[in-house]
């Protein structure tokens, strides 16, 4: 059977200092076509600052972007699952039950995931019926659930999103897009377990979505399209009661006259594209979509 890490050299979770039980994790998630390199100049400050430095220990998540952002988000839920245990594995210390995740970009949207309860809802933008009505290999039926059916980490209560396009990104649908997705190579494991599962189910999938998987899984960028089921996100699967969530937003780009932040984007992202509802602060900087 295939294995879904296979090949994914990039993918992992990385401390930057010996661990600390008594120090908070501060996970930075990277974005699109990007790295934890991304992150070198807010990594440096924190510690840099003695009382920052004292608080945190900077985490980094790096995974290969291009892949569709459901399976990056599986694994990352895989990957910090088996670093919690293996740093603390009692898991009753507080730093392995007091996780900060600050998200750019398509980092933002996975991080999304991390403080929500898809239920269903994720799932039946592919399909019209529960996991256990598919035909197919039971493993790989198993792995499409647990890439679309997850629960919100219950350690991870406060999250920041930087330059995250909720809604899409309008340069999904354009020509940087198109050529994006042709410099594109799934997860081997990714595109046989989807194709296989939607080809043998073609009568079980949702239009649209679902019969889009007949190819294999959705890309990063097909997910960042305005059009795209992924975009209604924000409104389908709000975050967890009780998680604290701040927006950091670029507003170099003016879209309107005298409309304010909501006139504005950050050269790739839309304002109305990345701004929640329930955000306990709202920072909008003077910045392309680097923030």
């Given at each position: 059977m295939l294995d879904p890490t296979k090949g994914e050299d990039r993918l992992g979770i990385y401390l930057l200092e010996p661990y600390d039980p008594d120090k908070t994790p501060l996970l930075m998630i990277h974005g699109l076509m990007s790295t934890p390199l991304t992150w070198i100049e807010l990594t440096n400050e924190i510690q840099a600052d003695p009382e920052l430095r004292d608080r945190y220990q900077v985490w980094h998540f790096s995974y290969p972007t291009a892949t569709c952002p459901y399976y990056s988000a599986y694994m990352l839920r895989q990957k910090l699952a088996s670093t919690r245990e293996l740093l603390a594995p009692e898991l009753d210390d507080f730093a392995s039950q007091d996780v900060v995740v600050v998200g750019h970009s398509m980092g933002g949207i996975i991080t999304r995931t991390l403080v929500s309860d898809t239920g269903m809802d994720a799932w039946e933008v592919a399909f019209t019926v529960p996991p256990e009505e598919l035909e197919g290999d039971p493993a790989m039926v198993e792995f499409l659930r647990s890439v679309y059916i997850y629960e919100s980490q219950p350690y991870i209560n406060r999250v920041v999103f930087v330059a995250t396009p909720h809604?899409?990104?309008?340069?999904?649908?354009?020509?940087?897009?198109?050529?994006?997705?042709?410099?594109?190579?799934?997860?081997?494991?990714?595109?046989?377990?989807?194709?296989?599962?939607?080809?043998?189910?073609?009568?079980?999938?949702?239009?649209?979505?679902?019969?889009?998987?007949?190819?294999?899984?959705?890309?990063s960028i097909d997910i960042l399209s305005p059009d795209s089921p992924a975009s209604q996100a924000p409104d389908l699967i709000p975050i967890r009661d009780g998680v604290t969530y701040h927006s950091i937003i670029g507003t170099r780009t003016p879209l309107a006259e005298d409309d304010g932040p909501a006139g504005t984007a950050d050269g790739s992202v839309d304002y109305w594209a990345s701004r929640l509802d329930g955000a306990a602060t709202e920072t909008f900087v003077p910045s392309g979509h680097n923030a």
């Open positions: 809604r899409g990104a309008n340069l999904a649908d354009e020509f940087i897009g198109a050529f994006g997705n042709s410099l594109i190579k799934l997860p081997a494991f990714c595109i046989e377990s989807t194709k296989q599962i939607a080809r043998a189910n073609r009568d079980k999938l949702q239009p649209g979505y679902g019969r889009w998987m007949l190819n294999g899984p959705p890309s």
